[in-house]
């Protein structure tokens, strides 16, 4: 057990394929069980509604993740027009319905060319962004109205890569502080009838990939045969 330990906590860098509802936090904790050791962070926060893959670093590796962070990401996912939610997500419910029936797949194109490139960004309010200390999803479910600037992100390429009206199927290449639920926020604005976030799994980290990734039952399997080995 404690060889176990050692190892994890001279440091290494683990791919987790996150789990839908999970939080990133959930997965830090429980990879502090498995591998019996307290320094553990993850290197970009997924939401609980997004899977994917997870850069999880115990130990000494710990600092390297505002390395692995600063990589571009790539995600694939689903957006469904023609209704927003509070969240960008559907973490909260759709309204503001509108119709969509008349949006073709050029709009579709040229709204995803427009938000491709340095553009500027606002986080959605029902984020983990702090101001003041507190984060503003926290502020935002007590009904304080909390005002988020706009940032500079890269969008290096924005793809439409399928369509079954309402859902749009997308692959999106981008800088690191890129909120995916902004992006698809922003492109219901584009096309005028409003959209929401509706799945998103991230799918690279620099040259990390999600298909070398390892299930956290993988890696409790893993694990548990390096402790009967020892």
């Known amino acids: 057990?404690?060889?176990?330990?050692?190892?994890?906590?001279?440091g290494q860098a683990l791919l987790i394929d996150k789990p839908l509802y999970w939080t990133s936090f959930d997965v830090v904790s429980k990879i502090r069980n498995i591998t019996l050791t307290k320094k553990v962070g993850h290197a970009?926060?997924?939401?609980?509604?997004?899977?994917?893959?997870?850069?999880?670093?115990?130990?000494?590796?710990?600092?390297k993740i505002n390395e692995y962070m600063a990589q571009e990401k790539e995600y694939t996912g689903t957006i469904t027009i023609g209704a927003t939610t509070p969240t960008y997500d559907l973490e909260s419910q759709p309204g503001d319905a509108k119709a969509y029936d008349n949006i073709n797949h050029e709009e579709l194109?040229?709204?995803?060319?427009?938000l491709t490139g340095a553009i500027m960004q606002t986080p959605p309010i029902h984020s983990a962004i702090k101001?003041?200390?507190?984060?503003?999803?926290?502020?935002a479910r007590q009904g304080i109205d909390v005002k988020l600037?706009?940032?500079?992100?890269n969008i290096l390429?924005?793809?439409?890569?399928?369509?079954?009206?309402?859902?749009?199927?997308?692959?999106?290449v981008c800088s690191t502080g890129t909120y995916i639920r902004s992006l698809a926020h922003d492109f219901g604005k584009h096309l005028g009838c409003g959209a929401h976030l509706s799945s998103l799994v991230r799918t690279r980290i620099g040259s990390y990939l999600l298909a070398n990734a390892l299930s956290i039952a993988g890696l409790e399997e893993k694990t548990n045969s390096i402790k009967t080995d020892k």
């Open 1 to 10: 057990m404690e060889n176990l330990s050692n190892s994890f906590e001279e």
């Open 44 to 63: 970009g926060t997924l939401d609980p509604l997004a899977t994917g893959l997870l850069i999880i670093c115990t130990g000494k590796f710990t600092k």
């Open 109 to 114: 194109e040229k709204a995803a060319n427009s």
């Open 131 to 139: 101001v003041n200390g507190k984060r503003v999803y926290e502020l």
């Open 149 to 153: 600037e706009p940032r500079q992100i």
């Open 157 to 172: 390429s924005f793809d439409i890569t399928s369509v079954q009206l309402p859902l749009v199927h997308f692959k999106v």
